[in-house]
């Protein structure tokens, strides 16, 4: 395994993080506990080490980001997870919402679409420890049939709209959380109640980097 430093500063760190979300209205001591696990400052660029326990969205080349803090955690609690539920997550990128899932023992399959993106994270995600089913490199709009149905489906890029292949992939009972809109996003979540009856909720605005488009 991979030795990356981890030190009682980092660790501080995170844990100041932890009550800058609890404040912020994250309720899951779950959801808490991986974010206090998880040290993010291995999942950024070294010129953002200093900055990596800031409630901020950091560049992780290919013109994506790895997430503010409050939306990874806010995104995770929506998902409701229960260990070994099996998950789809669209947009590996840097592995950080990845390894909260690993943590939350979850049977992560996770998609990428970004090829660099995809050959980093999936040499680096087992030399820290943590171990998905499955990284693709894909189309997150496709989703991933051959392992379908999903108890749950994170989508972790903004959606113009809802891909109802997703939607098709999802158990009875299951569950997608998904940012949708083209400028800014309404974070939406789905729950299937039967073969063709969803349940859709909104929980408010948030900005992400945009789902690429179809692959030609």
């Known amino acids: 395994m991979l030795k990356l430093v981890d030190s009682y500063k980092h660790r501080g760190l995170r844990q100041k993080l932890v009550e800058n979300l609890r404040s912020k209205g994250i309720e899951s001591d779950l959801v808490l506990e991986a974010v206090a696990n998880v040290p993010r400052h291995w999942f950024m660029d070294s010129g953002f080490l200093d900055h990596a326990y800031q409630d901020k969205a950091f560049p992780i080349g290919a013109n994506q980001t790895i997430s503010q803090p409050y939306t990874v955690a806010f995104q995770t609690q929506l998902l409701d997870l229960k260990p070994r539920q099996k998950v789809l997550e669209i947009g590996t990128g840097s592995g950080y919402q990845t390894a909260i899932l690993c943590e939350l023992k979850a049977d992560v399959y996770s998609i990428e679409r970004q090829l660099q993106l995809f050959k980093k994270v999936s040499l680096f995600l087992p030399k820290v420890g943590y171990h998905p089913k499955r990284l693709i490199f894909g189309d997150g709009y496709k989703g991933l049939k051959d392992e379908a149905p999903f108890d749950r489906i994170l989508v972790t890029a903004g959606a113009p709209n809802v891909p109802k292949s997703l939607l098709a ?23 299937r109640r ?16 945009p789902m690429l488009e179809n692959r030609t």
Do not use: H, S
């Open 169 to 191: 992939q999802l158990k009875i009972g299951g569950r997608l959380v998904i940012p949708v809109g083209k400028d800014e996003q309404t974070m939406t979540t789905y729950e």
């Open 194 to 209: 039967d073969i063709k009856l969803f349940d859709k909720l909104e929980f408010g605005k948030f900005k992400f980097v």
